[in-house]
């Protein structure tokens, strides 16, 4: 299953990187600024981004570190990236790699900083991955994981669920906070703190970056409108004449770090 779900992956990313590449919900936002708050890059780390899609996440690291490896599965989606970044002309310290985050291609301890945003969900052993992070990051490393955050409540996460499954085939699965902190201290890393961000997506942008055709545009946009009101205030879903114009998620940014030599 995992070779054929990942070509799928690069399949689906290779389609929508153009979108990702100028979406300003991945070149901006509050998630961004609290990881860089919260890892405190110096002019002296060597940073990993992992699963870096439009390279959003090294652009703005890169003028804060010494160097960065941008690091995708996708190589249609690093090609952009790299091109996107070019064009913001910060390309002296940012080198681009083509890698499993599950399978790392770099040595062990290579890096003091990783960040890995919006991406786990479409992991398909986010424990394996956590793994490789926790080998390739020198001890004393910092590390920040930023994705979508799943609600304790059953209902609203079997709906979450279904939802981004109808949108994206590559979604595999979302975690509680809870079960964040489990898999970090699993993987040997000292858990620091878990911060959730609300992030709201425009409906008709978000949809379209997923390559969606119209008519599953339209399903989905049913799915949400006959959701369970305490989905919809989950959410907050709002609408106008019958079309969902935006909602609104939770992002969980996990910072933890590995432990320093005794």
């Known amino acids: 299953m995992t070779r054929e779900f990942k070509n799928k992956v690069r399949e689906q990313f290779g389609r929508a990187a ?3 590449i100028h979406d300003q919900g991945f070149a901006t936002g509050d998630d961004l600024e609290a990881m860089v708050r919260l890892l405190q890059p110096m002019h002296d780390d060597n940073m990993l981004d992992v699963a870096c899609g439009g390279g959003h996440t090294a652009l703005r690291f890169s003028p ?7 690091s995708d599965l996708t ?5 952009k990236a790299q091109e996107h970044i070019s064009e913001e002309g910060r390309m002296d310290n940012v080198t681009f790699r083509e890698a499993d985050a599950e399978d790392l291609p770099f040595p062990a301890g290579a890096f ?4 890995c945003r919006i991406a786990p969900h479409h992991f398909p052993d986010v424990a394996r991955a956590l793994n490789e992070f926790h080998r390739v990051l020198r001890r004393g490393g910092r590390i920040a994981i930023v994705d979508t955050l799943l609600s304790e409540d059953p209902e609203i996460a079997a709906w979450y669920q279904t939802m981004e499954k109808m949108r994206d ?3 595999i699965q979302a975690y509680t906070e809870k079960v964040w902190c489990e898999m970090i201290q699993e993987a040997g890393f000292i858990l620091h703190e878990t ?10 942008t978000w949809a379209k970056r997923a390559g969606m055709k119209r008519e599953e ?12 009101e305490k989905v919809q205030d989950y ?3 709002e609408t106008f004449a019958g079309e969902v114009e935006a909602y609104t998620d939770r992002k969980v940014l996990v910072y933890a770090s590995r432990p320093p030599k005794k």
């Open 18 to 20: 153009e979108g990702y």
């Open 64 to 70: 804060l570190v010494r160097s960065v490896v941008a």
């Open 75 to 79: 190589m249609i989606m690093l090609k």
């Open 112 to 115: 003091t900083l990783l960040t």
């Open 169 to 171: 085939p590559t979604h």
């Open 195 to 204: 911060t959730i961000i609300p992030k709201t997506h425009d409906f008709p």
């Open 217 to 228: 545009v339209a399903k989905l946009n049913q799915f949400f409108v006959e959701a369970p």
């Open 235 to 237: 959410f907050q879903i």
